[in-house]
T-cell receptor
Framework: NAGVMQNPRHLVRRRGQEARLRCSPMKGHSHVYWYRQLPEEGLKFMVYLQKENIIDESGMPKERFSAEFPKEGPSILRIQQVVRGDSAAYFC????????????FGPGTRLTVL | GENVEQHPSTLSVQEGDSAVIKCTYSDSASNYFPWYKQELGKGPQLIIDIRSNVGEKKDQRIAVTLNKTAKHFSLHITETQPEDSAVYFCAAIRQANSKLTFGKGITLSVRP
């Protein structure tokens, strides 16, 4: 049973470009969460999605950031017009379809903005 | 909202000794408390968790205790090994399928 998959693992963008981060949850999981980790910091919640629905986006910056989890395919975290402050590790986690607390994390995407 | 604090920020122990990492939380409605281990360049790995209806849980060399009255929970690692060296995060959640609130993490170093 494959774990949570994220790609790319490393992403380099220049200021003003777009970054697209992908996350495939574990098999049987329909809940996806995105977290951001700044250097020397803990993980900060960004957004929680179920298939085709955003459930909680209280941690998402109001501008430039968006997320989706379509009926088919991976969840996408999109950052438009990246700035240097967006440089961080972005982690996706998934939890089982039935109500449960356990969240299992992927390996992360490390975004560097030049 | 929930606030989770973790201390100390670094901990160094001799191989074979025990390590204890403590966390406090602010929201008395939180009812699930996981611990994650993160190795360099990797994602957080769930190592043990505890629910609010339980005071203690053990899994081989790892145990977690919860004091709901004082709103703190602790991770205990016995017979530490060099491979236990990593960053450990505690977290709290208020209800199933909602966001985790993390502490800032502690770097555990196990000296051989």
């Amino acid at each position: 049973n494959a774990g949570v998959m994220q790609n790319p693992r490393h992403l380099v963008r220049r200021r003003g470009q777009e970054a697209r981060l992908r996350c495939s949850p574990m098999k049987g999981h329909s809940h996806v969460y995105w977290y951001r980790q700044l250097p020397e910091e803990g993980l900060k919640f960004m957004v929680y999605l179920q298939k085709e629905n955003i459930i909680d986006e209280s941690g998402m910056p109001k501008e430039r950031f968006s997320a989706e989890f379509p009926k088919e395919g991976p969840s996408i975290l999109r950052i438009q017009q990246v700035v240097r402050g967006d440089s961080a590790a972005y982690f996706c986690a998934s939890s089982p379809t039935l109500a449960g607390n356990e969240q299992f994390f992927g390996p992360g995407t490390r975004l560097t903005v030049l | 909202g929930e606030n989770v604090e973790q201390h100390p920020s670094t901990l160094s122990v001799q191989e074979g000794d025990s390590a204890v990492i403590k966390c406090t939380y602010s929201d008395s409605a939180s009812n699930y408390f996981p611990w994650y281990k993160q190795e360099l360049g990797k994602g957080p790995q769930l190592i043990i968790d505890i629910r609010s209806n339980v005071g203690e849980k053990k899994d081989q060399r790892i145990a977690v205790t919860l004091n709901k009255t004082a709103k703190h929970f602790s991770l205990h690692i016995t017979e530490t090994q060099p491979e236990d060296s990593a960053v450990y995060f505690c977290a709290a959640i208020r209800q199933a399928n909602s966001k985790l609130t993390f502490g800032k993490g502690i770097t555990l170093s196990v000296r051989p």
